[in-house]
């Protein structure tokens, strides 16, 4: 295999369009018929592919990928790739959906450096550039929201109850939109298609690093929902939940959620 030239942004934005690419070929080839077997080979295909690429590219960083096994050894690294080799794998085994995604994030010496999250089927890769994000060649660049009435962005299969009970209580209108993959609803929110993606249903570090790397480059809120910063590269790899948003939102939501946090889990 080529090494992925470039620098970091570059490279993160190239193997995620390349195993999007590669995702693709593997849906058509296999169809919808068995969808275990679909789910398998995408899963797998794409993380064989990532992680190959990474050793022949970046062959000294250390590699943290849903699909691999956890070397502990990435505690005393100073850069590790966290990827997601498919995001959202039920809706990539469901024909005509396009809501699933790649992950590649670059954690360096304590923080997202990089990352790219690629929509194989919407035909869109988001990136950092080092100076901000890009969807595409096109500069992304996020535009306030109508806080008159606010999108939020929730699991089309598991919308956590307190999202529901946010909604109610907050002093303008909501819709809650469903989206498959955590980096299809963070891409969403970039893109203006909604405003803001809140989560408390359990996630880990791979669904948000590479979304969370490109919300932040792009001037997006992005923390836990109690306001915290988003962790990385952590024993624990849970990290159970997340908002992102425009800047202009985060009080109102963060402010609606405390309101709301007896009814969060835990």
């Not at 062959?59 to 096994?69: I, N, R, T």
């Not at 109508?146 to 002093?171: C, Y």
Request: proline content about 5%; glycine content about 10%.
């Amino acid at each position: 295999m080529a090494a992925f030239l470039g620098d970091d942004h570059a490279v993160a934005a190239a193997l995620a369009s390349a195993a999007g690419t590669l995702l693709l070929g593997i849906r058509t080839e296999l169809g919808h018929g068995d969808t275990r077997a679909l789910k398998d080979a995408g899963d797998l295909g794409s993380h064989d592919f990532l992680t190959a690429a990474l050793a022949e590219s970046r062959p000294g960083d250390a590699v943290l990928s849903e699909e691999g096994k956890d070397d502990l050894a990435r505690l005393d690294a100073d850069r590790v790739w966290i990827v997601d080799p498919l995001d959202g794998t039920r809706e990539f085994s469901e024909e005509g959906r396009v809501d699933w995604a790649v992950h590649v994030a670059l954690w360096e010496q304590g923080r997202l450096s990089a990352g790219a999250v690629t929509l194989p089927a919407q035909g869109k890769t988001l990136s950092t550039t080092g100076s901000g994000a890009r969807v595409g060649d096109d500069p992304l660049t996020m535009t306030a929201p109508d806080l008159r009435r606010i999108r939020i962005a929730v699991s089309r299969t598991r919308p956590p109850v307190f999202v529901k009970k946010l909604a109610e209580n907050l002093d303008t209108e909501v819709e809650l939109v469903p989206i498959g993959s955590a980096g299809a609803k963070i891409s969403a929110v970039l893109l203006g298609e909604v405003d803001a993606y809140v989560h408390a249903g359990g996630q880990y570090e791979w669904d948000s690093a590479a979304p969370v790397a490109v919300a932040l480059a792009a001037g997006a809120h992005a923390s836990r929902i109690n306001g915290a910063e988003l962790a990385y590269n952590q024993k624990d790899t849970e990290l159970p939940d997340i908002l992102v948003c425009h800047p202009s939102l985060a009080p109102v939501l963060l402010a609606g959620i405390r309101e709301v946090s007896d009814a969060l889990p835990g």
